[in-house]
C-alpha cells in the first residue's frame, strides 16, 4: 500500500525529497557535493530532465546551489546573518497592543522629513500620531508619515488599525517590495515621553524606525515608533539555509 501511495508522486519530486532528507539527517553536509546528474539518472531510472526539474525544486527551497561546469553543492548556511521577526500590533508574546488614533493632519515637510521621504522641502505629507497600549498601560507611540494625495482620504479606522505598510499601499497605490527598519536607543519626542511615561529628562524609549519602500526603492511612507524599553522585546536568528519542498 505504501507503494501504490508513492506511485503517484512524481520522480523529480522523489529526488528533490531523498536529497533534502539527506542533508537534514547530516549524511550530505555543508559545502559538499551532492551526487551527480548521471548517478542520479542511473539510481531513479528517470531522465536528465527529470533529475534536473527535482534539483532545481532543491535550489529553490535553499538546500543545494549550482557551480558551472562543476556540479551541485549543499549550501552552506549564512549563520552570521540573523533575521528579526515582527509584527507591527503584537510583542513576542503574541499579545496584542490596543492602537488609540491621537491625531491626523496634513503638514507641510521640514528640510529632515522631506529627506527621510526623498521629497522637496514644503510638499504636503500627512501625519497621523497613534498611541498603543498594552494591558491598559501606554506601550508605544507612533509618529508615521505619508505623502499627501488629493481626493484620496483615509478612512479613520483604517489609521487607527491598519499596519504601517499595509497603510502605505493603501494610500499610494504602489507595489511595495520591503521595509527597511533600524532599533535604536533614543529621545522620544516631549509630547511622546510624557503620554508613555518614559523617566529621566531624555525620555529614553526604543526607537523603530520604519521605511517602506517601491520597487525602485523610492521611499512610501517614512516613520518611528518609541516603545517603552520593558514592553518589548525582539528576538533574532539565523535564516535557516533550507526552506523546506
Not at 496584542?96 to 515637510?109: D, K, T
Not at 505629507?125 to 488629493?150: G, M, N, T
Request: charged share 25%; glycine share 8%; proline share 6%.
Amino acid at each position: 500500500m505504501a507503494r501504490a501511495r508513492r506511485s503517484f508522486v512524481p520522480a523529480y519530486y522523489q529526488v528533490a525529497e531523498y536529497l533534502s532528507g539527506e542533508i537534514e539527517n547530516g549524511r550530505l553536509k555543508p559545502g559538499e557535493a551532492i551526487p551527480s546528474e548521471s548517478q542520479l539518472c542511473e539510481r531513479y531510472g528517470i531522465s536528465r530532465m527529470t533529475v534536473r526539474q527535482g534539483l532545481n525544486l532543491l535550489g529553490e527551497a535553499g538546500y543545494i546551489h549550482s557551480v558551472p561546469g562543476k556540479g551541485s553543492y549543499v549550501t552552506v548556511p549564512r549563520l552570521d546573518t540573523i533575521v528579526i521577526e515582527f509584527q507591527e500590533g503584537r510583542i513576542e508574546d503574541g499579545r496584542r497592543l490596543e492602537p488609540q488614533l491621537i491625531g491626523v493632519e496634513v503638514i507641510e515637510a521640514e528640510d529632515w522629513l522631506a529627506q527621510k521621504l526623498g521629497m522637496a522641502p514644503g510638499a504636503k505629507v500627512v501625519e497621523f500620531r497613534r498611541l498603543s497600549h498594552l494591558d491598559e498601560k501606554p506601550a508605544a507611540y507612533e509618529l508615521k508619515y505619508l505623502p499627501y494625495r488629493k481626493g484620496a482620504p483615509l478612512v479613520e479606522r483604517e489609521i487607527r488599525y491598519a499596519a504601517f505598510p499595509a497603510l502605505v499601499a493603501r494610500c499610494c497605490e504602489k507595489h511595495l517590495v520591503k521595509v527597511r527598519m533600524t532599533l535604536y536607543t533614543g529621545a522620544a519626542p516631549a509630547d511622546a515621553a510624557q503620554l508613555l511615561g518614559l523617566p529621566g529628562e531624555d525620555g529614553l524609549a526604543l526607537v523603530l524606525e520604519q521605511s517602506v519602500l517601491a520597487q525602485d526603492d523610492r521611499v512610501l511612507g517614512w516613520g518611528s515608533t518609541y516603545c517603552v524599553p520593558e514592553a518589548y522585546r525582539l528576538t533574532a536568528e539565523s535564516d535557516p539555509f533550507w526552506k523546506g519542498i
